[in-house]
């Protein structure tokens, strides 16, 4: 399984950024596609998760309310719409692929997206 990851950036607080994760190779139709973001420094954080077969999403609170995953089934392409960024949304983000349904643990993904950077300026 391949990952293609893009369409960060530079916005301000306040705007909108919609990241792309398109799949390739061999991947199963009951899986999981997470984001997870790692800033400077800290941990790597689980951001949100969709179910691939049911469209059944998952956010950390953090982001809830602001972004919203969707998949297009035809493209096999993820997208994490993000509103009303944050200067703390800032960091790498990375999208994986996952068996175990909706999972918050980055050790349940067994392959990785190179990363996309989104910055947010104040």
């Known amino acids: 399984v391949q990952l293609q990851a893009s369409g960060g950036g530079l916005v301000q607080a306040g705007d909108s950024l919609r990241l792309s994760c398109a799949a390739s190779?061999?991947?199963?139709?009951?899986?999981?596609l997470g984001w997870f973001r790692q800033a400077p420094g800290k941990e790597r954080q689980f951001v949100a998760a969709i179910n691939w077969s049911t469209g059944s999403t998952y956010y950390a609170d953090s982001v809830k309310g602001r972004f919203t995953l969707s998949r297009d089934n035809a493209k096999n392409t993820a997208y994490l719409q993000m509103n009303s960024l944050k200067v703390e949304d800032t960091a790498v983000y990375y999208c994986?692929?996952?068996?175990?349904?909706?999972?918050?643990?980055?050790?349940?993904?067994?392959?990785w997206g190179q990363g996309t950077q989104v910055t947010v300026s104040s």
């Open positions: 190779g061999r991947t199963f139709y009951s899986y999981t």
């Open positions: 994986a692929y996952g068996s175990m349904i909706l999972s918050v643990s980055p050790n349940d993904y067994s392959y």
